[in-house]
């Protein structure tokens, strides 16, 4: 059994402070005059704590592409920056498209044990967009998959979208849509507009993600079905997004920390850290998603967490791979992007962040309030940090961050999953090292 | 001049220089030894990840002439195939301690990359660059435009009150980019003529007029007409319908180049496609200035060469300007 942690004077989600007791893998007491007999003490006076933090959409690379990352090595990055549970997209090799492959994920999650790996399975058949996967098997697996996503590719036939919206409603599923016309997209590099004319890179149009919500929120609710939309990345689908759902589509949307912080002008020096897809957008684009995530029109913030080996990016932006790391950054870049703003208070991190997407991927044990009773996943964080972000921050296999040599705000402070820490003072504890 | 990889952040100043620097090379071309010693133990490398026998051997004439030793480095298709890595290419040439690397590449930002890696203390020269620049062919253009206009008068002289069109495939044309930059900085009046399926998506931040309607554009009789290699395979991926559609509409043909002032220089950068976006009439007339340009083409190079080797070379890892830019 795991010691019992009493942590002192915490602000839950910012508000008012409390002591918190874990024990046995429980939040055993929230208050003051807690019994501490046995208890290790551990001083949160001025953090915040937060529900543990929950990753719709990660890459995981494991298995097949473990230059990357692994299981293991993912599952570090995701506890110091205060994630307790990621969804792991399947675009692995072999692609997670059957109940062995989201099985095996899920045991090398559960041998990690630093946060809860969730599998997504792939919707079609090696994602390639032509057969449904075993939908069915794959949600009947141990790992009772519920999320299904291409992501990577778009499910691009709307005859098979429609399929598939349809069909996991048997087990109340949901479709995450990477959204990209591949024929309006073939080669691109950035965003199509005012830089890519300049820098003579082949562009990538926010029509080309538009047009693909367009028909799939109209395929949603025509069907009945759940849509959740990945990376949303433009102004026109903000509004998009907003129309269905105020016709009533039963449709949920991510934004990504760097869609919310980052624009094209980064492209410029042809540096390939800022190569992702959907690619970096207008400085009205990064308002617009802002506003989106702040009206509820964007559910929730997920990372897309890509790692890449080095020789992946350090080489011209044409043959550079898409993609940036962003687990060990995310909570400081929503802090910069949205908090330090005034558009979003510590409540709501806590909706987008933990909330909302434990119950858009209906993840039992996560996102729950912080009470007596409830599951000990928690993050503490200290709001009143804040550095540098450098190499040294980030705990996974790769080190392509965006982000390298910008002052981020904040610190993880502490991470508890499962009731035991994973993260402590800062760093990641000698367990979750070994 | 630490690197020449663009036109669009050359100032003026350094644009003038190299034009009157070419200048001088161009009066040493007159001699009947060409050859200079002025790059004497120098090492220029050809870079060339492209095939592009036109432009390398102008700046092989162009290093030779300098008396620089030139090494010819044909890397095709190796960064698609990943079989070397354009870090593994340039940390070799480095360990050969190459003082330029003149670099063509079919990916945009290619030397931009090279020269700001770290993995390369030489100068870098962008000699064309996916579809992106091509920096020293919009300086010979600007030598050859300011040439014919001012003759042994050019030297100082930049290009103000002068109206360039260019006419043809912009979105795919380094050509044009550098154009666009370089004569807009030198004060040139620049008007774009294409299809729309190839003019880029946003040009609303060049300083440039576009229109559609060649026949308009003629009958503004600008002072220079430069005409654009038309690729063939465009067509494939429906830009237009097919090549005598196109010529019809954007081809400099007989009709057209007569109803051209005589004063109107006719522009191409090679290769041609006769019959195709420019009639032979026009390419072999005393208007045409293609072989000029070609001509100039060494001279500018020459300058460029000059003046990125003639000075002291910094020390590897030494702050440069491409990345004082890059830190802006």
Redesign the interface.
């Known amino acids: 059994m795991s010691e019992a942690l009493l942590f002192t004077g915490a602000r839950i989600e910012g508000g008012a402070s409390a002591d918190i007791l874990v024990a046995d893998g429980v939040i055993a007491g929230v208050g003051s005059g807690l019994d501490r007999r046995g208890a290790r003490i551990v001083d949160a006076d001025g953090l915040l704590v937060l529900p543990g933090l929950v990753d719709l959409h990660t890459h995981l690379r494991e298995p097949g592409y473990e230059d990357s990352e692994t299981v293991l090595t993912g599952s570090r990055a995701a506890a110091v920056g205060g994630y307790t549970a990621v969804f792991a997209m399947p675009n692995t090799s072999p692609v997670a498209d059957t109940a062995g492959v989201v099985e095996q994920e899920l045991a090398l999650g559960e041998a990690a044990g630093l946060v809860t790996v969730q599998p997504i399975g792939a919707v079609t058949v090696g994602q390639k967009g032509e057969r449904l996967a075993e939908l069915g098997a794959m949600a009947a697996s141990r790992a009772r998959v519920r999320v299904f996503s291409d992501d990577g590719s778009c499910v691009w036939d709307p005859l098979i979208m429609r399929r598939a919206l349809e069909y996991v409603k048997a087990f109340d599923g949901v479709i995450a849509q990477h959204a990209q016309d591949p024929r309006l997209t073939a080669g691109a590099q950035m965003n199509e507009g005012t830089v890519s004319s300049e820098l003579g890179l082949a562009g990538w149009p926010a029509v080309a993600e538009e047009s693909i919500i367009a028909r799939d929120v109209l395929l949603a609710e025509h069907v009945g079905s759940r849509l959740h939309v990945c990376h949303l990345s433009t102004a026109g689908s903000v509004d998009l997004i907003r129309w269905a759902k105020k016709r009533g589509v039963q449709v949920t949307a991510e934004v990504t920390p760097h869609h919310l912080l980052l624009t094209e002008d980064l492209v410029r020096g042809y540096d390939a850290r800022f190569k992702v897809n959907p690619p970096l957008r207008r400085n009205e684009d990064v308002q617009a998603v802002r506003e989106g995530l702040a009206d509820g029109t964007i559910d929730i913030v997920a990372t897309d967490h890509a790692p890449h080996p080095a020789e992946a990016k350090a080489c011209e932006w044409q043959a550079a791979a898409n993609g940036m790391v962003g687990l060990e950054s995310a909570l400081r870049v929503v802090h910069a992007a949205m908090v330090d703003t005034g558009l979003l208070e510590w409540t709501d991190v806590a909706r987008v962040m933990s909330r909302t997407p434990a119950a858009i991927g209906q993840l039992p044990g996560h996102g729950r309030p912080i009470a007596a009773g409830e599951p000990a996943e928690l993050t503490f964080y200290d709001p009143a940090a804040g550095g540098e972000f450098g190499v040294a921050d980030l705990r996974g296999r790769s080190v392509n961050s965006p982000y390298l040599g910008r002052r981020l705000p904040g610190d993880v402070r502490f991470t508890v999953h499962a009731g035991r820490l994973t993260v402590a003072d800062g760093a990641l504890t000698e367990e979750a090292r070994a | 001049m630490r690197h020449l990889l663009d036109t669009?952040t050359l100032a003026r100043e350094d644009a003038l220089r190299i034009l009157d620097v070419a200048e001088d090379m161009a009066d040493t071309q007159q001699r009947e030894v060409k050859k200079l010693p002025t790059l004497r133990g120098k090492t220029v490398v050809n870079l060339f990840f492209e095939d592009s026998t036109r432009t390398r051997i102008s700046f092989e004439a162009a290093a030779k002439r300098l008396s620089a030793d030139v090494i010819n480095f044909s890397a095709k298709g190796s960064?698609?195939s990943?079989g070397e890595?354009?870090?593994d290419t340039a940390q070799t040439l480095q360990a050969m301690a190459a003082d330029a690397v003149v670099i063509r590449?079919?990916?945009?930002?290619?030397p931009?990359?090279l020269a700001?890696?770290g993995w390369i203390s030489a100068g870098v020269v962008n000699a064309g660059?996916?579809?992106?620049?091509h920096p020293t062919q919009a300086l010979l253009d600007a030598f050859t435009i300011r040439k014919r206009r001012y003759g042994a008068d050019s030297r100082g002289r930049d290009l103000t009150g002068m109206r360039v069109t260019i006419v043809g495939d912009i979105l795919h044309s380094?050509v044009a980019?550098s154009n666009v930059w370089l004569l807009h900085t030198l004060g040139a009046e620049v008007a774009l003529v294409a299809p729309p399926t190839l003019v880029?998506?946003?040009?609303?931040?060049?300083p440039v007029r576009v229109g559609y309607d060649l026949d308009e554009a003629v009958g503004e009789g600008p002072d220079a007409l430069m005409m654009l290699r038309i690729q063939l395979e465009r067509m494939n991926a429906s830009y237009f319908p097919n090549e005598r559609e196109y010529s019809r509409r954007w081809g400099l043909d007989p009709e057209r180049f007569a109803a051209l002032p005589q004063s109107t220089m006719v522009m191409h950068p090679g290769p041609m496609n006769r019959g195709l976006e420019i009639c032979a009439e026009a390419a072999d007339s005393p208007r045409s200035t293609v072989l000029d340009q070609v001509t100039n083409g060494v001279s500018v190079r020459m300058a460029a060469l000059y003046l990125l080797l003639a000075g002291e070379r910094p020390a590897p890892g030494a702050d440069d300007d491409a990345q004082k830019e890059?830190a802006r």
Request: aromatic share 4%.
């Open positions: 669009k960064s698609v990943k890595s354009l870090q590449h079919s990916a945009s930002g290619a931009r990359t700001t890696s660059d996916g579809t992106h620049e380094r980019r880029p998506q946003d040009v609303s931040a060049w890059d």
